[in-house]
């Protein structure tokens, strides 16, 4: 089994910045696919961008690409959202999820954080 959970969130004004992390702990030998997710209320959940703990290009949804970017410290087992010029449709519960590899589908990851609230006001 793998634990993880997430951190960082919070609530801040439109063009500031948030950090999130994510530990893994547990059964979290070999490289896989870490990816944040994003579920905004009444929305479908969103993955915001993924990379692979072996190395790679990383993943962006268009809506982030040239402000947010994903990152890793192997050591720690923790990724991290590095999120900028944060807009208010950023707002949303990010969440961070692990697969095998990197799926387009968030039901193709089989373990889930429970979550941390992220609120862009304008």
């Known amino acids: 089994q793998v634990q993880l959970e997430e951190s960082g969130g919070g609530s801040v004004q439109a063009g500031g910045s948030l950090r999130l992390s994510c530990v893994a702990s547990g059964s979290i030998t070999g490289n896989k696919c870490m990816a944040w997710f994003r579920q905004a209320p009444g929305k479908v959940r969103e993955k915001v961008a993924h990379l692979y703990t072996g190395g790679g290009v990383s993943y962006y949804a268009d809506a982030v690409k040239g402000r947010f970017a994903i990152s890793q410290d192997r050591a720690a087992n923790t990724i991290y959202l590095q999120m900028n010029s944060v807009r208010p449709d950023d707002t949303a519960m990010y969440y961070c999820?692990?697969?095998?590899?990197?799926?387009?589908?968030?039901?193709?990851?089989?373990?889930w954080g429970q979550g941390t609230q992220v609120t862009v006001s304008s």
């Open positions: 999820a692990r697969a095998d590899f990197c799926y387009i589908d968030a039901s193709a990851f089989e373990f």
